[in-house]
């Protein structure tokens, strides 16, 4: 999978459309995903419908590609399949707990990689939205997801109607552990981010922001302690709730 090297995150596609064999052939594919006790702990709902999408589009803040791309898929932990066949086979299912909730979380997120590295060899464009645990009771409400099923990831999909440059990355080195953790001194943490921080696109983020530093603007403006406390509570309530 060569184009992992040039991956880029796409959010303008053209007006054609993602063909229904292409797209549950890429989905059945990616069912070769390593899976935790080969239960398949997932499932993805397939948006396509306007209206619905137009539903959806508040829960990710509404960002344009969601009304935009001609199919938005919402990659689901999933328990409740495993939970109701075990109980139409004369067995006692115990899966609505944490360690289940991450099991099928994990699932999911492999399931919802494999899909796009594989979409994206067709020629095909994703846009990962983190914005799913951000709000996933109006995910819930409006795809009807029922307990033991809980939105963890949303991939908006299309043809490219767009090439954007590609991002940068840390160096290998920075996220590599020989054997044992090696903690991160001050020369190291210097000699990983400060190639990102001299990069001309984030010194004109700092600058717009009207930051000191590249950091600033994460812990600052973007993920700031209230909001991930805040969000953190809501999750939690929402996950109560539905697992």
């Known amino acids: 999978m060569e184009t992992i090297n040039t991956r880029k995150t796409i959010r303008k596609y053209t007006n054609k459309d993602v063909s229904e064999p292409l797209l549950r052939a890429l ?15 997932y499932s993805v ?19 344009p590609m969601v009304e935009g791309a001609p199919v938005v898929l919402t990659f689901c932990a999933d328990f409740r399949r495993t939970t109701l066949w075990a109980e ?14 991450l099991n099928a979380a994990t699932d999911a997120l492999l399931y919802c990689q494999t899909f796009c590295n594989l979409a994206e060899e067709e020629g095909l464009g994703t846009c990962f939205l983190g914005t ?41 080195d920075s996220i590599i552990h ?50 991930n406390e805040t969000i953190s509570k809501e999750l939690l309530e929402v996950l109560k709730g539905q697992w």
């Not at 594919?29 to 398949?40: D, H, V």
Request: glycine fraction near 2%.
């Open 27 to 41: 989905l059945e594919k990616a069912e070769r995903t390593p899976t935790m006790g080969n239960l398949q702990l």
């Open 45 to 63: 709902v397939i948006t396509r419908d306007a209206e619905k999408k137009a539903q959806l589009a508040p829960a990710h803040f509404n960002q």
């Open 88 to 101: 139409n086979r004369k067995a006692t299912p115990g899966y609505d707990n944490f360690l289940s909730f």
């Open 132 to 172: 799913t645990i951000y709000n996933p009771k109006a995910i819930i409400d409006v795809l009807q997801l029922p307990r033991l099923v809980m939105p963890v990831a949303t991939i908006t999909l299309g043809w490219p109607d767009e090439n954007p440059p590609l991002v940068d990355r840390l160096p290998i």
């Open 178 to 227: 020989n054997e044992t953790y090696n903690d991160y001194t001050p020369d190291r943490i210097n000699a990983f981010y400060t190639p990102k921080e001299q990069l001309p696109e984030n010194k004109h983020f700092v600058e717009i922001n009207n930051k000191e530093t590249l950091a600033q603007v994460f812990t600052d403006l973007r993920y700031t302690k209230a909001a």
